[in-house]
T-cell receptor, first 118, second 113 residues
Framework: GAGVSQSPSNKVTEKGKDVELRCDPI?????LYWYRQSLGQGLEFLIY????????KSGLPSDRFSAERTGGSVSTLTIQRTQQEDSAVYLC????????????????FGDGTRLSIL | QKEVEQDPGPLSVPEGAIVSLNCTYS??????FMWYRQYSRKGPELLMY????GNKEDGRFTAQVDKSSKYISLFIRDSQPSDSATYLC?????????????FGSGTRLQVQP
């Protein structure tokens, strides 16, 4: 079946501009996650959605970063007034609803959006 | 000190070799342990998913978790050139309110034909 889909695959923008990154999770997955991968910092958690609500936003690095999820499906990560240090690959993952066996389902990743700030 | 430590490599082995990849961690709350494989310019692909201590085998891959030592391993038998990639360990606590995965920095593996 279809995996996690992210768009655009690449984005180049000027410092100070706003950007929106989109994630389509695997059909039927109720949980959705955003991560950031950069050379110096590795893979870092940003935010977690269960349905349309975000119980854990602890990884968002500043108030320039926000995310929303609508209809329990598509999510958008928005970065306002981009800075050069925002350059990274932004990865989205999704997972099934909790089961009786596993209260923490495995996360499946998309191929990411490669963001470059000039 | 990072919560999860992983040797960055690169690790170069001949085709057919047994590969051992390892991570150590400091947070005793971690209960779920994963290994991901990441090819260049692709997202991480889930290879193994285990809960608590023990072994799990899937084809050429075996994952081991030793919670007493805070040490996890991934073994790859009969390694192939197509196994050349970066391998990331990841882990998370049982706390259902916290789903964030904590990743190691990744080990780059090169399997020489």
């Amino acid at each position: 079946g279809a995996g996690v889909s992210q768009s655009p695959s690449n984005k180049v923008t000027e410092k100070g501009k706003d950007v929106e990154l989109r994630c389509d999770p695997i059909s039927g997955h109720t949980a959705l996650y955003w991560y950031r991968q950069s050379l110096g910092q590795g893979l870092e958690f940003l935010i977690y959605f269960q349905g349309n609500s975000a119980p854990d936003k602890s990884g968002l690095p500043s108030d320039r970063f926000s995310a929303e999820r609508t209809g329990g499906s598509v999510s958008t990560l928005t970065i306002q007034r981009t800075q050069q240090e925002d350059s990274a690959v932004y990865l989205c993952a999704s997972s099934h609803r909790d089961s009786e066996v596993y209260s923490n389902q495995p996360q499946h990743f998309g191929d990411g959006t490669r963001l470059s700030i000039l | 000190q990072k919560e999860v430590e992983q040797d960055p490599g690169p690790l170069s082995v001949p085709e057919g070799a047994i590969v051992s990849l390892n991570c150590t961690y400091s947070n005793s709350a971690f209960q779920y342990f994963m290994w991901y494989r990441q090819y260049s310019r692709k997202g991480p692909e889930l290879l193994m998913y285990t809960y608590s201590s023990g072994n799990k085998e899937d084809g050429r891959f075996t994952a081991q978790v030793d919670k007493s030592s805070k040490y996890i391993s991934l073994f790859i038998r009969d390694s192939q050139p197509s196994d050349s990639a970066t391998y990331l360990c990841a882990m998370s606590p049982m706390d259902t309110g916290r789903r964030a995965l904590t990743f190691g920095s990744g080990t780059r593996l090169q399997v020489q034909p």
